[in-house]
C-alpha cells in the first residue's frame, strides 16, 4: 500500500521535475494539499511528514477540521470551494487564505466579517477563465474593478489569481488556458506589484500549470486518493 507520506514526496518530487523543465525554482511553487472529504487522519499524516498547506471546498466540513485541528499552529488553511453569501462569516473566521472570491458582494462581507483581532485574509480571485457556464469565477473583464475592491479592503490582502481551467487530457488545451491566467496575473501585477500568487494546476494539470507560470498547486487526488 502506498502512504500518504509517499504520495506527498511523490507530489513534491513532480513539482520539481516541471519546474526544472522550464528553468524555475521549485521554491517558487507551493504545493497545497487538498484535503475535502477526506479524514484527519488523512490530514495528520501528511502534517507529521512536514506539510502545513491544507485546502478545504465545504464550509461547514472545512471549518469542523479547522477546529478539531486548532492545536496545530502552524496549518495554514485555504478556502477553494465556492461561496454562498450566508456562509462568509464561518470562512472569514476559521481560515488564513480563501482561493475563491469572485464577486463584490462577497469580498464586502469577508471584509467585514474577518475579525480585527486576526491577520487579515489573504485573498485570491477566482476568474472563469474559459467562461465555463458551469464554473464559478468572475469574468475577466470584471477583473479590474474587484481587484479595486478587494485591495481597497483593511481586512483583505489582495494576492493573486486562480483558476479552474475547462478539464481536457491535452496538454496543450490545458497550457493555453493556464497562459490566460498567467497573461491576466501579469497585467493585475503591473498596477498591484504586491500581488505574487497564481493558484493553478490540479492533480491531473500539474505540469502544464508550472510551465505556465503557477506558482501555487493544489493537489488532492494525487495525495490523498480518489474522493466518493
Ligand atoms: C478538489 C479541488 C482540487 C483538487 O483536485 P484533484 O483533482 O483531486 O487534485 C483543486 N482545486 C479545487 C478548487 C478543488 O475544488
Known amino acids: 500500500m502506498v502512504t500518504i507520506?509517499?504520495?506527498l514526496d511523490a507530489a513534491y518530487a513532480r513539482i520539481a521535475t516541471a519546474a526544472k523543465k522550464c528553468n524555475r525554482d521549485e521554491k517558487d511553487i507551493t504545493l497545497i494539499a487538498v484535503s475535502k472529504k477526506k479524514p484527519l487522519e488523512d490530514i495528520l499524516a501528511a502534517f507529521d511528514h512536514g506539510h502545513r498547506e491544507f485546502a478545504e471546498s465545504y464550509v461547514q466540513e472545512g471549518v469542523e477540521k479547522v477546529q478539531a485541528l486548532n492545536d496545530h499552529k502552524t496549518i495554514v488553511w485555504h478556502f477553494i470551494g465556492p461561496i454562498q453569501s450566508n456562509k462568509t462569516k464561518a470562512i472569514a473566521e476559521h481560515f488564513h487564505w480563501v482561493q475563491s472570491v469572485d464577486r463584490e458582494k462577497i469580498a464586502r462581507r469577508l471584509n467585514e466579517q474577518r475579525p480585527t483581532n486576526m491577520k487579515p485574509l489573504n485573498i485570491l480571485i477566482q476568474v472563469n477563465i474559459?467562461?465555463?457556464?458551469?464554473?464559478?469565477?468572475?469574468?475577466?473583464?470584471?477583473l479590474p474593478q474587484l481587484a479595486e475592491l478587494v485591495n481597497n479592503s483593511r481586512q483583505l490582502h489582495l494576492r493573486g489569481l486562480m483558476a479552474i481551467p475547462a478539464k481536457t487530457d491535452s496538454f496543450d488545451a490545458q497550457l493555453q488556458s493556464f497562459e490566460k491566467l498567467k497573461a491576466c496575473f501579469d497585467k493585475l501585477q503591473t498596477q498591484y506589484?504586491?500581488?505574487d500568487t497564481l493558484s493553478m494546476g490540479m492533480s491531473a494539470d500539474v505540469d502544464a500549470a508550472i510551465a505556465a507560470g503557477s506558482t501555487m498547486?493544489?493537489?488532492?487526488?494525487?495525495?490523498?486518493g480518489e474522493r466518493s
Open 217 to 224: 498547486v493544489r493537489v488532492g487526488t494525487a495525495i490523498f
Open 193 to 195: 506589484p504586491q500581488l
Open 130 to 142: 474559459d467562461n465555463d457556464d458551469n464554473k464559478s469565477g468572475c469574468a475577466i473583464a470584471q
Open 5 to 7: 507520506a509517499e504520495r
